[in-house]
């Protein structure tokens, strides 16, 4: 053993009078070892100037995989056929700032060997869940999958065969983007016609913000032009550290840093300003900040009318005044590319002040932003005005009830956002956790609207990402899945046995691209379903929580052993993941698991009949404007970062290009729930609006029972579930911690360090406390991405909700009660 | 001649750790030991402020082997084995002289930086991974950061300077003033680390 002498009294006098790293534990237990491997794979070239290897090296140009949202373009330098190093990868030009790398990308050299992998297809033997495995060849496992498919759609058709994923990867071979998109998942699911069980997690804002406000964000390097920054649901320091080093870039140039969290990030820890809001309140923050600004003659009202819906009229029924709706015919527009019509033209009508009459908005010279119009005996009423009405009652002083944050704050804040702009709002995960969630991406477009923080540089209300395009037909058999839904459901679907209308019998779960049994909400309820399935599948890279629910597990290779291609693109440069070494042990890919069930169930031919992964790669890569472009399989052949053709200056700001109306809306005409199975979708979701969350808001009668509101953090030390036992990142983390404010742990006699038992009346867990005064009292963060054999007992996972909202069908981590106890079992 | 030193910046580093694993995999530092880490000026333990919520105040403090301008560790070992580079100022260990005694230990006022293998060292892979040519460790021998000697000579940057996600690390020679970490240390205030014990560092930290 090393001796590693406490530091702190040694920095005492430099100021530095804490001890701020845990020890590190002993000597880790290593299940995986090496083994021989056979041949290498043809190695890419690096641009020599890029390549930092020495003799008897080589680098191949990769990424790491999974759901930071990074993309790191990766240097992988491999050595007698092992992994043995990583850097960044040099990005060329202008480009050059971007390059990115964090703590998690060094320690992939281990991760790749990481104990916890799986290594050959095993089939369980005990009860499920309780660990018990024996090793099995590929072609029982092979056999028994299709004997249980086969089974399944003879007797309850494609829908009873379900796939279940998350965010593990969004590869164009392997991966399961929007649970289905790719060529392996793609076709076999659209060719049986089977279920599809999405992930939930983060849906407020891909919903709402995204889908249905057309907001893309701007680029991550527009953030050094903002003047005031506000880490608001977002925490760059730390859950998104590639936005970090912009945010440095601003401050060094007079921006203010504010963030608004009920922990103290280390994002908090730079800022200005901290703002200690109690959680699932931001709506509230917003509308009484949008009140302040309004009653403070605060609004850029020329922003409003020109590049804002304020102006536009809606009739009594929440629908748009359109020119129709006054007896000028629709007109049609171009052809639009994902339908192939002519799109139809039918302006919105707006009150013109100059003329003092209803007319189309783009030939207004002075829309009114206020006002009730008649037309005909129909009532007109201007967006702004019905969202004025609609959340007057949000004064300052009743957010700063709700949100637990003095007036003078909120006035500030409200002050800084109009007058210190442009404002960079880095909304991440922070505000898309409770029940209530989606609106506040709703409230924060109306500010941005009143203010004009939008549409310009260094003014967002996210960063955005970049997509490489792809030829997405190459997923597809048939017409689509027979049901597509989100994994949440999967209680819900197995209570029923239908979706909506359909019957849905689902026999066969297959789990891959996620770890939902460690990473989704309501951690119970979901095993519960699972246990209903006649047979469980589930492939991935390690032993998950997931996997150790399945009755088959599948070993598939780290990102370095696969070829791939992953079209997000955080920076100008879409990953293709090129092969560092063979796949180690018997893993195999998705894609060749899958092309192994087809043939073995007849169905060869949706994967062409053997094809190679060239010509599998090429059918998702090489559409006609790739090729046009320079851009399809090809131009990532040479070894050389391959940049998004599409990415362009004008690609650094969301001018509202996304948006029907081609403007910042924060009203919606016509809102549909993402998931319909029929529910009822309230008049509210049209408009900014606040509720409180489903159980963690102060005056539910719970709180008697469950006093402390939950939260948890975008973990700095694992990739959501990955790395759980990468070696170093446990020697610097090695055990899963509970944050407790310190008066809370006081009235509880909890000491630091101390083991404490986190319950409420769906599960608990054991596990030691930070008690701290970096959370806000009655608040506590449960860790994220620890395994269950990870906990002295039980899994915090276990704490959180199954229940969603509906209309967005959004994953809810944050919104559950608990209380927590000093633990009396002693240690482990 | 050079004086190689490093300036950190506090008012940008978030303690992420990148630098300590980039270090940890570069040199194949053996399992129980860090050759640098961020600590964290705060609370008792790792990421937790001082003060009393919300009135808090926390920062993160990257602590390896200062390279001091005066060692202390090299005037206490009986055999040579750490010495000051004459060339880059760089304190530098050599394993196959390092009797284990432990002197420098002691005599170093910056706890924790230097590390005893009292075992045969232990790692997590039967391989070794980082650079080639990075040397090995060995039991019964003291170690510590070598600013990456082995990349040195290669005209490469330590491991820990290769990327810095805050871009908060510096790393140059502090005898040329048109350095990087010359100019800021004109441009900027910092502190340094124990400057009362005279070891003259050669790290600094901007605050």
Known sequence: MSEVKDPTKALESAGITRRGFLKTTGAAALGAGAVAMGGLSPMTKAEAADAAATEGETIVRTSCRGNCGSKCPTNVVVRDGKVVRVAAAELPGDDAPRRRFCVKGYTQPQRVYDPDRLKYPMKRTGERGEGQWERISWDEAIDTIVGKMGAAVQEAGGTSIAFWSSYGSYGVLNGQMAGYMSVGYGRMITALGATVLGAGADYAQIYEQSTLLGISGNDTADIANAKTIMAWGGNPAEAYIHDWHYVCDARENGAKLITIDPQFTASAAHSDIYVPIRPATDGALMLGMANYIIDNELMDTDFMKAKTVSPFLIKEDGTYFRMSDMGVEPTEGPVSPTTGKPTVINPNVVWDNATGALVAAASATDPALEGVFDYQGQTLTTVFQKTKDSTKEYTVEKASEICDIPVETIENLARIYATEGPVAVLTFQGLGHHVNSHHNYKNLAYIAALTGNAGKPGAMMTRGSGMYPFNAKAYFMGMGPGVSTTGMYLPKLMEEKKWGQKDVDIRVLWMANGNMLSCESGRQELIDAVKKVDFVVCADVNMTDSAQWADIVLPIPHAYETEDFDPVCPTPYPTYYHKAIEPLYECKTDLEILQLIAEKMGMSKIYGDGASTEELMRAAMDSEANLKFGGGYDAFQDGKVGRNYTHTPASLVDTFKSTASQRLEYYIEKPAPRNNFGQEVHDYERLPYYEHANESYWENPLREKYPLMGCSQHNKYHVHSQCAYTPVLREIEPEPTLKVNASDAAERGILQGDYVRVFNDRGYAVLKAVVTEGIKPGVVSIPHGFQADQFVEGHTQDLTNVVMNDFCSNSSFYDFLCEVEKYEGGER | ?207
């Open chain 2, 1 to 207: 001649m050079a004086h190689y030193g490093m300036v950190i910046d506090t008012k940008r580093c978030v303690g992420c750790n990148a630098c300590t694993t980039a270090c940890k995999i570069a040199n194949n530092v053996p399992e129980g030991i860090f050759w640098t880490r961020a600590l964290t000026d705060g609370g008792d333990a790792p990421d937790t402020p001082k003060g009393t919520f919300p009135n808090v105040q926390m920062r993160y403090i990257i602590v390896g082997c200062q390279h001091c301008e005066n060692p202390a560790c090299t005037k206490v070992c009986p055999v040579g084995a750490t010495y000051k580079d004459p060339e880059t100022g760089i304190v530098r260990q050599d394993y196959d002289k390092c009797i284990g005694c432990r002197m420098c230990i002691a005599a170093c006022p910056y706890t924790g930086v230097r590390s005893f293998n009292w075992q045969e060292p232990a790692y997590p892979m039967d391989f070794a991974v980082g650079d080639a040519d990075a040397p090995a460790h060995q039991k019964h021998t003291v170690e510590k950061c070598t600013f990456c000697y082995q990349r040195q000579a290669r005209g490469e940057v330590p491991a820990c300077m290769d990327l810095c996600p805050a871009r908060a690390r510096f790393w140059g020679d502090l005898d040329d003033p048109d350095s990087d970490v010359s100019k800021l240390l004109r441009e900027r205030e910092y502190m340094q680390l124990l400057p009362e014990m005279g070891t003259k560092p050669s790290t600094y930290y901007l605050v």
